[in-house]
């Protein structure tokens, strides 16, 4: 018998994707998220004499299914892109996501994507009505999202935009199949290499916090050389590449912090060197590459083809009939259909291995006032064994093998 058949609810599973979903499913209202040890949302149950074991959370949860819930047919492939500068100049990449939110919202669908709560210092998913709400969901925030409200204050009777990491919208799917209101929803996610633990964010605000005050502001891309708030404004500011704008931009109530280079910054360098990503992101994420639930998929284009474009392109792939529709009615924006391999150049066809050195990463990282410093000395440690591996140890396995052919 399969495991997951005499699970009676969700209150075993560990280290799993955090995508809230369990707790929007649960009549009984008993499932709730918290932070684990290792800083990734986990699922618990408040109270387990309320549990009815109708099964429904572990029916909907994607990490305990080894298949996947989408019906992919035909995959088709774009380079994409607003052509309304002020929004292209504020989204991560084309600004795609925020174009697709508004015209469906302008459609009657209620939008439901991520925010920044600087109150909470969180990334969350909120629900938004017009475009104008909805402009807080533009720009890549680099944490795990903190799903359970926003999800349980989803109508299934209305129609919904959802926008997710994939693991977040595969279980999403699971939900509506599970409840047969797929029709109302349209599911958005983007090809994803992980998340970090929280604790990176919260030791990196504590850091920063000492030079700007109390933080009000922050977006993890920025095209300008000022950065801007996005409810603000910010177009009279001077641009910068895209190819540059993984800068972290912060405005605090003393004065604004712009990490300037990213090997400079003590977030993006832990982020990108994924050495404390979820244990899921390396050990059970089954969505790279063309693996997905939602009915569109997007992405930074950073290919050869578009590499003289400094204003943001997205790599845009629909997955079904509903998808391609949409993309199809898009307005005011340039949807030009590419290959796949130059749309999905440079993205993870496989997991990443979980490195050597995660482990110690963590405990520094779960160690009250312990320096970021000390785990970036790690990172750098790790990037050394990986070059090692790449330049010396692959050639000579390579020679060794090219050797004892010749000899046979
Ligand atoms: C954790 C993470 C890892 C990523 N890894 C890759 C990668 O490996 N390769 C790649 O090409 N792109 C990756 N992206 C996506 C990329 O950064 C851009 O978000 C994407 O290209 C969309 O650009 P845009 O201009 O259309 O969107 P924007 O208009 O800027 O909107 C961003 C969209 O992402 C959603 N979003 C923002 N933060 C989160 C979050 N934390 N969790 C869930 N949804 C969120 C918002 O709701 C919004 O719909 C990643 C994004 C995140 C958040
Ligand atoms: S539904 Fe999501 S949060 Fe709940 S157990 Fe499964 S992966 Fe974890
Ligand atoms: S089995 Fe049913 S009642 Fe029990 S926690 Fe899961 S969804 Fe809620
Ligand atoms: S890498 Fe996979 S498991 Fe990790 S957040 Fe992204 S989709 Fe989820």
């Known amino acids: 018998m399969e495991i997951i058949e005499t699970m009676k609810n969700i209150s075993s599973i560990e280290n799993c994707y955090g995508c809230g979903v369990c707790g929007a499913v649960c009549g009984k209202r008993i499932i709730k998220l918290r932070l684990n040890a290792d800083g990734f949302y986990e699922p618990f149950i408040t109270d387990q004499n309320i549990c009815s074991h109708c099964g429904l959370c572990v029916e909907c949860c994607a990490y305990v299914h080894q298949e996947r819930s989408g019906n992919q047919n035909e995959v088709k492939s774009y380079a994409a892109w607003s052509k309304q500068k002020e929004i292209r100049q504020k989204c991560s990449s084309g600004g795609i996501a925020y174009e697709?939110?508004?015209?469906l919202l302008e459609q009657g669908y209620k939008a439901c994507g991520v925010r920044y709560n600087v109150q909470m210092q969180r990334a969350e998913h909120f629900i938004a009505t017009t475009p104008q709400e909805y402009i807080q969901s533009i720009g890549s925030k680099y944490i795990q999202s903190y799903t359970l409200e926003a999800f349980q204050a989803i109508n299934r009777k209305e129609r919904y935009f959802v926008t997710g990491t994939p693991c977040q919208i595969d279980s999403f799917r699971r939900y509506i199949k599970k409840f047969s209101v797929e029709d109302h929803f349209v599911l958005l996610d983007f090809f994803c290499h992980g998340v970090p633990s929280i604790h990176v964010w919260t030791k990196y605000l504590k850091e920063i916090e000492k030079k700007t005050g109390k933080i009000q502001y922050v977006s993890w891309r920025n095209k300008t050389t000022e950065g801007f708030d996005v409810q603000n404004g910010g177009?009279?500011?001077?641009?910068?590449?895209?190819?540059?704008?993984?800068?972290?931009?912060?405005?605090?109530e003393r004065k604004g912090y712009i990490a300037e280079k990213v090997q400079k910054d003590h977030f993006y360098t832990l982020f990108l060197s994924n050495i404390c990503l979820g244990r899921a992101c390396y050990e059970k994420c089954k969505y790279k590459y063309l693996s997905s639930a939602a009915d569109i998929r997007i992405g930074d284009l950073w290919g050869k083809t578009y590499q003289e474009n400094e204003e943001g392109v997205n790599a845009l792939l629909t997955f079904?009939?509903?998808g391609q529709e949409i993309v199809a009615g898009l307005k005011n924006c340039v949807i030009d259909s590419q290959t796949l391999a130059v749309v999905t150049e440079g993205q993870l066809k496989k997991n990443l291995s979980t490195p050597l050195l995660r482990r110690k990463a963590m405990v520094l990282l779960k160690q009250e006032g312990t320096d970021l410093k000390k785990v970036i000395y790690l990172a750098n440690k790790w990037n050394q064994i990986k070059a090692i591996k790449y330049y010396v140890l692959h050639p000579f396995l390579m020679w060794c093998r090219i050797k004892r052919k010749m000899k046979q």
């Open 320 to 322: 079904t009939a509903k």
């Open 235 to 252: 177009e009279d500011q001077k641009r910068i590449k895209w190819t540059e704008s993984y800068r972290i931009c912060i405005q605090g």
């Open 100 to 103: 697709l939110g508004k015209q």
